[in-house]
């Protein structure tokens, strides 16, 4: 199943999320510069890129047509919700004008699929839409929401610590999501990520002189 990814910052704490839909896993690690790799082609990701949402576009319209037809097709409300989430990310760098109309449709497929079933990965999705589609409101609400059904929720306890750490610029109540987080992580790789996260924001707090109360430092359990 695809992959959502998009780059989020807290102060100078740069911070690369791979949101997963239902049922991936959630990948997260740090970068220090938005550098290029040796030997990259800007045209040629350019004109990738390009080609990429175009074909993105295809896939949305297809279910988007389908959608029209079984408005009441929960999994296919999902699907479709799912679909404008990525046509969103793929515009991000062909079409960036275009960016939040896709994720705002997203947010809407979500809603349909929330009202009748309250499954926290849509939560979580939905939350992650409306954050990209500019409505920080409703992206705190879902965060919440969501863990309130599932508190020991991987995916939407990492994704809310980078929310907080971003647009609510509270490191410390991140912090306190991902070491949660870090309870219950179940891989070697997952733990790894959560220790980098925790430990690089704890770094950015010393620094800035507000080092968190009552936070211990990560203990990773084996």
């Known amino acids: 199943m695809k992959k959502k990814t998009q780059r989020i910052f807290a102060g100078i704490l740069a911070i690369l999320v791979s949101v997963a839909m239902v049922g991936s896993g959630l990948l997260v690690f740090f970068f220090t510069g938005d550098e290029a790799p040796y030997g990259t082609s800007g045209v040629n990701q350019t004109g990738n890129a390009k080609a990429n949402y175009e074909a993105q576009k295809l896939r949305l319209n297809g279910i988007v047509e389908k959608a029209k037809l079984e408005p009441e097709n929960i999994p296919l409300q999902k699907a479709l919700g799912n679909e404008y989430y990525d046509t969103g990310l793929a515009a991000e760098t062909a079409a960036p004008t ?46 919440k929401e969501a863990l309130a059904l599932k ?34 992580a ?37």
Not at 102 to 125: C, E, G, I, R
Not at 188 to 198: G, H, L, P
Request: aromatic share 8%; hydrophobic share 40%.
């Open 98 to 143: 275009e960016v939040e109309g896709h994720y705002k449709q997203a947010v809407m497929a979500y809603q349909n699929v929330l009202k009748t079933d309250k499954d926290p990965n849509v939560m979580v999705d939905l939350a992650t839409a409306a954050f990209k589609s500019g409505d920080n409101e409703l992206a705190d609400k879902s965060f």
């Open 151 to 184: 508190p020991d929720f991987y995916n939407g306890l990492v994704n809310y610590g980078v929310f907080l750490a971003n647009v609510k610029q509270d490191l410390p109540a991140a912090i306190a999501q991902w070491q949660k987080a870090q309870e219950i």
């Open 186 to 222: 179940k891989t070697a790789t997952e733990k790894e990520q959560i220790k980098s996260i925790i430990s690089q924001a704890q770094s950015q707090l010393k620094s800035e002189g507000k080092a968190p109360d009552g936070l211990s430092n990560p203990i990773l359990k084996e």
